[in-house]
């Protein structure tokens, strides 16, 4: 049976390689992959991901290769991406407690919720691009954290790149408001890499300076005492697996996740990287 694997990415930009690398493992292995976006609308990659000139300003190179460029090039102008799912159009918004009759609202909210575990039995995995797109609308989607706790639930791998790993971190029950990482060993975009200034979103026209939030310090107080937060500073790869997570720490990680997410569906990897 062929496996599907849903990936989420940013209507604000994704970088080029975090998305081709897990796909080219994907495409390798005949899997089917369905693509959302929080309104449904078609993802665009962030500019500099596609442009091998680009100087990251934290590592001072490159960090996208001709061949990647152009291939990524090729994947964002292809159709592939022309019709993602809707992710408002598919997971109810949770009502706020001040609007009228808050009561039955909630248990409507909860009705329609409930499919939501069913849905999700077609896909064997669950994908969250990187780029600095999913700070403005994936970190902090609920819709996107209940589809989140829903693979986790189901004990399905999730595999969260770059600022997509925030999402993992604010997903959380209701009611204990506890990290669904505490405890685990994950990796993501350490303070050192992290930029000054110029972070830049599609389809806005200001800089945002440097990340709003350092994702570093968000991953080591998410994953508590007894979990770790990996930058492996210096090392050119860092990808942690941790089931049911796998996480990647940046650009250079892409196509690694990729492969680990395999191994973890073929082969039962559990644990890798620490």
Known sequence: MTRKVLIVLSEYGYWGEELLGPLVAFDRNGYESV???PTGKRPQA???????GYIDPPLGRSVTTPEVAVAARELDESDRLDNPLDLS????????DSEPNPLRLMEAYYR?????D???EQYDALVIVGGSGPIVDLANNGRLHELVLAFVRADKPILAECYG???????????TRTSILWGKHVTGHCKEYDYKDGTG???????MGPPPYPLEYILRDATGPDGRFHGNVGKETSVIVDYPFITARSTPDS????????EVLEAGLRRYGW
């Open 89 to 96: 159009a598919w997971i109810p918004e949770r009502p706020y």
């Open 118 to 120: 069913a849905d999700i």
């Open 112 to 116: 329609e919720l409930a499919t939501l």
């Open 165 to 175: 790993i925030a999402t993992l971190a604010f997903a959380r029950d209701w009611e």
């Open 201 to 207: 979103f599609l389809g806005v026209n200001f800089n």
């Open 35 to 37: 693509f959302a976006t």
């Open 255 to 262: 196509f690694l996740s990729g492969e680990k997410l395999v």
């Open 46 to 52: 962030l500019p500099p991901s596609l442009d091998p």
